[in-house]
């Protein structure tokens, strides 16, 4: 049987500031992003639709979200889905998670001058090898 293929990659914004905790010797972080696309409906006007993406990351990823993610900021990410279930007053219950792997911010970061500059911190073992992640220009965003 051949190799199944379980990759996510979006580009959107937090929905809001990532809640950190510790996990035995690690940390772990939860966020959310909101991807939004445009589309004509049946009268041909534009319509806009949000999708909400629930957000996990591990270890020194996890450190590097909570310390430099806000709501609002953009972030392009790559990693796995993953669902999981616990049971609740009886009742089973499950969610679907991104499993991060790759994050890159694409906000700038305010220097002392108040001017925003690039700012573009490896956030993965890949990266930290000399592999790059895919630059995207503020102009090409749908939202």
């Not at 990759?7 to 772990?28: F, N, Q």
């Not at 006007?45 to 591990?58: F, K, N, P």
């Not at 430099?68 to 889905?81: F, I, N, P, R």
Request: net charge negative; hydrophobic share 30%.
């Amino acid at each position: 049987m051949a190799k199944g293929v379980n990759k996510v990659i979006l580009l959107g914004r937090l929905g809001g500031d990532p809640e950190s905790r510790p996990a035995g010797t690690t940390t772990v972080a939860n966020f959310t992003i909101a991807t939004s696309e445009k589309y004509k409906d049946k009268q041909d006007q534009w319509q806009e639709r949000t999708e909400w993406h629930r957000i996990v990351a591990w270890g020194k990823l996890a450190d590097i979200c909570a310390q430099y993610l806000h709501k609002g900021s953009q972030v392009y990410v790559e990693g796995k889905l993953q669902t999981r279930s616990w049971e609740k007053e009886g009742v089973k219950q499950y969610t679907t998670e991104v499993v991060l792997s790759e994050m890159q911010m694409l906000d700038g970061k305010p220097q002392n001058n108040g001017q925003d500059q690039p700012y573009n911190q490896p956030a993965s073992n890949a990266e930290q090898q000399g592999y790059s992640t895919p630059q995207v220009e503020k102009d090409e965003l749908p939202f």
